[in-house]
């Protein structure tokens, strides 16, 4: 399931908008490429057909969320991987480090550019690769000139904070900003979103399945509703006197503002906090899948 699917569309990118982004790719190849990144991202990848992209995440051996990656199968045995250029050296670095006897190459990391459209926006001409977005309800076009693409769909250019607030509304974290060393795939709202119950081991398998089957986190994804800018990111969320998470990406929204905040459970939808520099907020549900 991709996760555009889990989610649904954001609802919030305009069909006739295009955001320019910065791209990281590395590339798997080989017999055992399959198996490879099978046994150690998140997902499935050994299910994945030729041509198509599904979201999946590096986990640590205790579960913990490293990086998250969007994985290309260019052919049975080649795979690009699309991450955001801040997650680049940990993907890279832990396929090294796990990579023994495998017959595969390694490849990479280089920067790229896409371009940002709405899911049902049509293939820009020259686009290297087109994958589901990171914000839902969106695609990326791999492309070398992202403002000719924008210019060759008859789109316009619009505010990287479009985009953001789009990302946010739709509850959809971003690994790195949004979660911490310690962020378990639970407490970041990405179980559904990719994460395979189906498949076998992979790195950190066991903390995932516990907190699925057994038990529940502690910490939850939830969306904060504000009059006013909270100040400086990462910002506090306090509630009862107390810091119960902390506030990590916020855009405007109408005369407020909408931010991600991973906060304690018991602070239930509905609950007055204050973030930051003293702004009121309302807790929110995000969105399913989210």
């Not at 990848?45 to 579960?63: N, V």
């Not at 559904?192 to 038990?215: H, I, M, N, P």
Request: a negative charge; proline letters at 7%; one cysteine or more.
């Amino acid at each position: 399931m991709t996760g555009a699917a889990a989610r649904g569309a954001a609802g919030a990118f305009p069909a006739d908008g295009a955001v320019a982004v910065q791209r990281s790719l590395t590339w798997v190849e080989g017999p055992d490429a399959a198996g490879f990144l099978h046994g150690l991202l998140s997902n499935d990848i050994d299910g994945l057909a030729t041509g198509s992209d599904r979201p999946a995440l590096l986990l640590d051996a205790k579960g913990h969320i490293v990086a998250s990656v969007t994985v290309h199968r260019d052919a049975e045995d080649a795979f690009t991987l699309i991450t955001e250029p801040h997650l680049a050296t940990a993907l890279t670095d832990a396929l090294h480090r796990y990579h023994f006897s495998e017959d595969l190459e390694v490849i990479g990391p280089e920067p790229a550019r896409a371009l940002v459209v709405a899911a049902a926006t049509p293939d820009p001409p020259g686009a290297e690769m087109v994958v589901d977005g990171l914000t839902p309800g969106t695609r990326e076009a791999l492309t070398d000139d992202p403002e000719a693409a924008v210019a060759a769909l008859g789109l316009r250019a619009v505010p990287a904070d479009v985009l953001e607030r789009a990302r946010i509304a739709a509850g959809a974290v971003r690994v790195g900003v949004d979660t911490g060393p310690t962020t378990l795939v639970q407490e970041a709202a990405l179980e559904d979103v990719a994460v395979s119950f189906e498949k076998g081991c992979y790195l950190g398998q066991e903390t995932v399945a516990r907190a699925q089957f057994r038990g529940r986190v502690n910490r939850v994804l939830r969306m904060l509703r504000m009059e006013t800018a909270p100040g400086a990111l990462p910002a506090p969320v306090i509630a009862g006197g107390k810091t119960v998470g902390a506030l990590t990406s916020t855009a405007p929204d109408g005369e407020g503002r909408i931010g991600l905040a991973i906060i304690r459970r018991e602070v239930a939808p509905g609950s007055r906090v204050t973030v930051g520099e003293g702004a009121g907020a309302v807790v929110c549900e995000v969105p399913p899948g989210g």
